[in-house]
């Protein structure tokens, strides 16, 4: 691992950030804003800072992202 | 797309074409098993769509994709089906109900590709740590090495058994932390918020050791 990444996988993200269940909870609104090129981390404060600190989470979010654009196309 | 966020939910688009997802859902007789069934189909996709992505971790285990893709859109049917109370309408009921699909698709993936293999011990963590930290070199970099051996010694310290587990788990040997919270009979939000609070102590410990970290976030 590079030590910039270790350091961010230890130390986890800075700001104050959502929990797993509350990023599962607003994971289908804050997908669709970022699709759209809406303000996805003004309206859904803290989720981004979790999707830096929660692999598993971050996961979910490209996937959702990606199914859904998928859709659009 | 923007339009159709603001939109009432009587306007919600095309994937709710004449009625609501959700009255559909709950109509009895065949109206309901229609909709369920055609819920469960766009399940399955959205399951296939998650196991195909994540195809080389599976290979390697010999898994059989189609059967956990099943397993998945039968997991989410019914967790969706028990949560329809709580679909407020601020997205898709697609998109909503994709993400239960997902997440099932995605952890059973993670917990098949890592059944039978032992969870890394503590000791391959400090080696990472210690290869950072030797690798920093001099200047700038040895300012990092002592951060390194800080941190290892921090991990130690100040940290309880349960946080210094899942940190070195998760953050350090990258395992999944929902075949984690498998192993520990726990689930992925209560070891999350065990890393957290981890992260927290580990801030305040080498802040008051004269440590500037900055941000220290990942990228997506």
Aim: with cysteine; aromatic share 6%.
């Amino acid at each position: 691992m590079k030590r910039d990444r270790i350091l961010g996988r230890v130390l986890g993200p800075a700001a104050p950030e959502l929990t797993c269940e509350q990023c599962f909870e607003e994971l289908d609104r804050y997908v669709e804003l970022v699709v759209a090129g809406a303000p996805a981390d003004e309206r859904v404060p803290g989720m981004h800072a979790h999707l830096d600190g929660c692999p598993a989470c971050a996961e979910d979010f490209r996937s959702l992202r990606d199914l859904v654009t998928r859709q659009e196309d | 797309m923007a339009t159709a966020l603001m939109t009432t939910p009587t306007q919600r688009p095309a994937d709710s074409p004449a009625r609501d997802w959700v009255e559909r859902l709950r109509a009895d007789g065949p109206e309901g098993e229609a909709a369920v069934a055609e819920l469960h189909a766009l399940l399955l996709k959205a399951a296939r769509f998650e196991i195909g992505r994540r195809g080389a971790e599976l290979k390697t285990r010999g898994g059989d994709g189609e059967d956990l893709a099943h397993q998945a859109a039968d997991d989410a049917l019914v967790a969706i089906l028990g949560k329809l109370d709580d679909f407020r309408g601020e997205s898709r009921f697609t998109t909503w109900a994709y993400k239960f699909a997902l997440l099932e698709a995605a952890v059973k993936v993670r917990r098949r590709a890592w059944q039978g293999r032992e969870v890394p011990l503590e000791d391959e963590a400090w080696r990472t740590l210690a290869d950072a930290g030797a690798g920093a070199g001099a200047g700038r970099r040895a300012e990092e090495a002592e951060l390194f051996a800080a941190l290892r010694e921090e991990i130690e310290r100040c940290l309880g058994p349960r946080q210094r587990e899942v940190l070195v788990a998760v953050a350090l040997n990258d395992v999944p932390i929902d075949v984690l919270a498998e192993r520990l009979g726990s689930t992925r939000g209560a070891l999350y918020k065990n890393l957290h609070d981890a992260r927290r102590k580990l801030r305040h410990a080498l802040a008051d050791r004269g440590f500037d970290l900055g941000g220290g976030e990942e990228q997506r």
